[in-house]
């Protein structure tokens, strides 16, 4: 599992799919990526706490005033 220091801000009810296991977060995002064709986001609010899935344009594109902060996990793209 790579972590990545990079924080980023989505509304919480954006969000794909989440899961306490990254692995199955992954696969899920994965998935998503697949039958989409767009970025996709795996991301924690803070340690313990579910991965959260989430497309990456409409996340970035969905209003601020609801935004939470999540850490970057992991970003799922053409190369994985």
Do not use: C, W
């Not at 977060?25 to 970025?39: C, D, L, N, S």
């Not at 899935?53 to 850490?71: G, T, V």
């Amino acid at each position: 599992m790579i972590f990545m220091s990079e924080n980023v801000f989505f509304n919480p009810g954006q969000a794909i799919a989440s899961d306490f296991d990254f692995n199955k977060a992954y696969v899920a995002a994965q998935i998503y990526h697949h039958k989409a064709k767009k970025p996709v986001l795996v991301v924690q609010e803070k340690d313990g706490q579910p991965f959260v899935i989430f497309d990456e344009q409409a996340a970035l594109d969905s209003e601020k005033e609801e935004a939470k902060r999540y850490s970057l996990v992991k970003r799922v793209t053409e190369s994985d």
